[in-house]
């Protein structure tokens, strides 16, 4: 079985600051991994997604999170907060890339920017 | 990018009455299609895999005759919420990922408000 654990409900930071939004995983296989962004009462945005290309993985935004199969972590960071990042976070896991691989979700993580 | 569509956007409706809700695939063809509920400030949990032409498979604890299934086509899943009742009233996210590109991310539909009164 797969799952990620969030922690941090909600996350606060100051405009311009450093962004961290920790996620760990756990998984029987190699894991894919992702980091999707929800504003309210829409769907999910991919952030990025890890695919065991590289360990640091880009996104869009501004936003990258490393693996780290050490420590079972995913860590999503942003070096500069801006205001338009404020909204709930989701790590993710699913075993493959396959059409049919369930994607299972995090607790999430709501992000608040202090202006 | 690929897009999913939810029709419709938000419904209310009284309980005791069934809504559906229609998740599209609209420029890829999708075999398996995933359907998730959202409780205010909470996470998406995965109800069923909606299976092109076959039977959905439904997560633990999920009833499966009151919120039924069907993927009639590579393109349409239709989730139905039978007898509605105000606990049912939820966010409802589809989700879909192209068969005929693997290796690339799931895409997900912009969500359904479920409201029964």
């Known amino acids: 079985a797969q799952s990620v654990t969030q922690l941090g409900s909600h996350v606060s930071v100051s405009e311009g600051a450093l962004v961290l939004l920790r996620c760990n995983y756990s998984s029987s296989v190699p894991p894919y991994l992702f980091w999707y962004v929800q504003y309210p009462n829409q769907g999910l945005q991919l952030l990025l997604k890890y695919t065991s290309a590289a360990t640091l993985v880009k996104g869009i935004n501004g936003f990258e999170a490393e693996f780290k199969k050490s420590e079972t972590s995913f860590h999503l960071t942003k070096p500069s907060a801006h205001m338009s990042d404020a909204a709930e976070y989701f790590c993710a896991v699913s075993s493959s890339y396959s059409s049919a691989s369930k994607i299972i979700f995090g607790s999430g993580t709501r992000l608040s920017i202090r202006p | 990018g690929a897009v999913v569509s939810q029709h419709p956007s938000w419904v209310i409706c009284k309980s005791g009455t069934s809504v559906k809700i229609e998740c599209r695939s609209l420029?890829?063809?999708?075999?398996?299609m995933f359907w998730y509920r959202q409780f205010p400030k909470q996470s998406l949990m995965l109800m069923a895999t909606s299976n092109e032409g076959s039977k959905a498979t439904y997560e633990q604890g999920v009833e499966k005759d009151k919120f039924l299934i069907n993927h009639a086509s590579l393109t349409l899943s239709t989730l139905t919420v039978t007898s509605a009742h105000p606990e049912d009233s939820s966010f409802y996210i589809c989700?879909?990922?192209?068969?005929?590109?693997?290796?690339?991310?799931?895409?997900f539909g912009q969500g359904t408000r479920l409201t029964v009164v």
């Open positions: 989700s879909a990922r192209d068969r005929d590109r693997p290796n690339t991310e799931a895409f």
């Open positions: 420029d890829f063809q999708a075999t398996t």
